[in-house]
C-alpha cells in the first residue's frame, strides 16, 4: 500500500513539475519557428548552459505571447506589463522579448497594463557574452515577408540635389517637414505575409518588392514635371547559406557567412523631364524576406534579406526622355570569413554580359540626361528586425550610373553642337562584417522623433568590418572618348 501511494505521489509531483514548465518561456524552445505566433514577432529566447548573455540583458518572458503591438518603425513596443521579468525593464539595460524584438531600452511608460518600452539598436556582442552559433544548409526559397507599414523613418528628407534643375530650382523628393510639436501618431506593423510581392510607399516613391527570382524593387516617381519609372535586382536561385559565430566575453573571435546560387544583376529604367526639376532620394525600403532557422543555443536567429534604393538624377535640360536596361551574371558565391583579426572575402565571381546597357540606350534629350541608381541588397543572420538588424551581415550595392548627350545638335554656351552620346558606368561593391549600420536620413528622422520624448539620439553605425571591397567596374561611352557622356559614378558608403 505505501508502495503504491509513493508511486502516486512521485506521478503528481512530476505531472506538477511539467505544468509549471508549460508556464515558463523556456517551452518556447521546441515552438515551430513557422507557427502564426512565432512569425509574427518571433521566438523567444531559451537559457542554455553553452550561452552567456550580457549582465544587463533582460529575458522577458512569454515571447510574443507577452506583446501587445510594435509601432511599424520597430521603436516601440508593447508588453503584458504582467510578462515575466518585465518589471526588470529599465532604461540602458538592453530587452530581449523574441528574435525580432531585442534592444537597448531608451525610454519606459506605462499604459494601463501594459508596458511601453522604447528601443534603440545594439550589436550581437551586447546581448551574448559567450557562445558559439553555427547553421549549415539554410535554405532560402519561400520566404517570410515583413512589411514595416508605414514606419515614420520610409519618409525620409531628401537633401537638397547636386545639380540644379533648368528652372534654376533645386529638387526634393520629399517636402521637408518641421518637426512636429508633440510626438506623432505611429500605425502598428501589420503581420507577416507569404505573398512573393507586395506593394509600398518610401520617399514619395511608389515601389513594389519581388522575392521571385532574387530581390527585386521596381519604383515609379511622377511629379511636378519629372517621371522615373525603373526595376533594379540582384537575381539568384534557390540559395544556400551557413554561417558560423563564435563570441568569447563579449568580443568576436570567428565570424563566416556564404550564400551560394548563381548570382546576377538587373536594371531597367524610363525617365523624363517636362518644365521638372532634378532629384536625389534615399529610399530605405520597408519590405524584408525572412528565413526563420529557429533557436541555436537557446538564441532565436533569423536570415533576412532587406533592400535600400539611391536615386539622383542629372538633366541640364528642361525637357528630354531617357530609357534604358541591361543584365549581367556576376557570381557563384558570396560571403566572407573573420579569423585571428583577419577579415576576407570568399566570394566566386564571373561577370558575363548578358544584355548591354549602352546597346539599349535610347530617347530624346535635350541637353544632357544623366541618371545614377543604387541598389543595396543586404543577407544578416542575427536578430531584430529591418532598420535596426544586427548580426553578421553582407552587402552587395551595386551602382548603375547612365549619361545621354543631345540628340538634337543643340548649341552649347559656347556656340559649340553636343555630340549625341551614350554613356554607362557600372560599379559593384561589397561591404560584410558584424553589427549594424542605419542610413543616416533614417537616422536623422529617427532622432528627431526621440527628441521630442526626451531621448538621448541613436547612432547611425556600430560595426565591425573593413572598409567596402570593390568587385567589379565597367565605363563604356559610345563615341569613346565624348566627355559629354562621363558617366555618374556611385559608391560605397
Known sequence: MRKCLSIVLIVAMLLATGACRGGSPADTGSEDPYSEAALRYG??????????????????????????????????????????????????????????????VLHLDRDGGDLLVTVGPVTLTEVIRDGTFEKKGITLDNPVVYQAGEPLWAETEEAEAATPSPTGRFGKSAPVRLAPAAPPVRPVQPPPTRAQEVQTV????????????????????????????????????????????????????????????GFGIRMSFET??????????????????????????????TLTIGQTLKVTTAFGAKLG?????????????LGYGYRNSVWGPTMSTDV????????????????????????????DVGFNAFVFKAGVYFELSTAYGTTMGSALGAVGTLGSHFVECRGVGLGVWARYGLGYSILQPVVNVINKFLSLIKVKPINAENRLGPPPYKIWGKEEIDPPGTKLCGTPQGSAD
Open 272 to 301: 523624363a523631364i517636362q518644365n521638372g526639376q532634378n532629384i536625389r532620394a534615399v529610399l530605405p525600403i520597408p519590405v524584408e524576406a525572412a528565413f526563420p532557422i529557429g533557436t541555436v543555443l537557446g538564441v532565436p536567429l
Open 321 to 333: 526622355s531617357m530609357k534604358g536596361s541591361g543584365e549581367f551574371s556576376l557570381a557563384g558565391k
Open 352 to 379: 558575363k554580359r548578358k544584355s548591354s546597357i549602352t546597346e539599349s540606350l535610347h530617347g530624346a534629350p535635350v541637353g544632357v540626361m544623366g541618371l545614377l541608381v543604387e541598389h543595396r541588397v543586404k543577407f
Open 202 to 261: 518610401a520617399a514619395n516613391f511608389s515601389t513594389a518588392v519581388s522575392f521571385s527570382d532574387g530581390a527585386e524593387v521596381s519604383y515609379r516617381y511622377d511629379r511636378d514635371g519629372t517621371r522615373l519609372i525603373g526595376r533594379v535586382a540582384l537575381t539568384f536561385k534557390s540559395p544556400r547559406a551557413d554561417f558560423h559565430l563564435d563570441i568569447r566575453g563579449g568580443t568576436l573571435r570567428r565570424a563566416e557567412l556564404e550564400i551560394t546560387g
Open 43 to 104: 521566438l523567444a529566447p531559451v537559457p542554455h548552459p553553452d550561452v552567456t548573455f550580457q549582465p544587463d540583458v533582460v529575458l522577458v518572458g512569454g515571447g510574443g505571447r507577452s506583446i501587445r503591438s510594435v509601432t511599424a518603425d520597430g521603436l516601440t513596443w508593447r508588453l503584458d506589463g504582467k510578462a515575466k521579468h518585465a518589471d526588470d525593464l529599465a532604461v540602458g539595460k538592453v530587452m530581449f522579448v523574441t528574435g525580432r524584438g531585442v534592444g537597448r
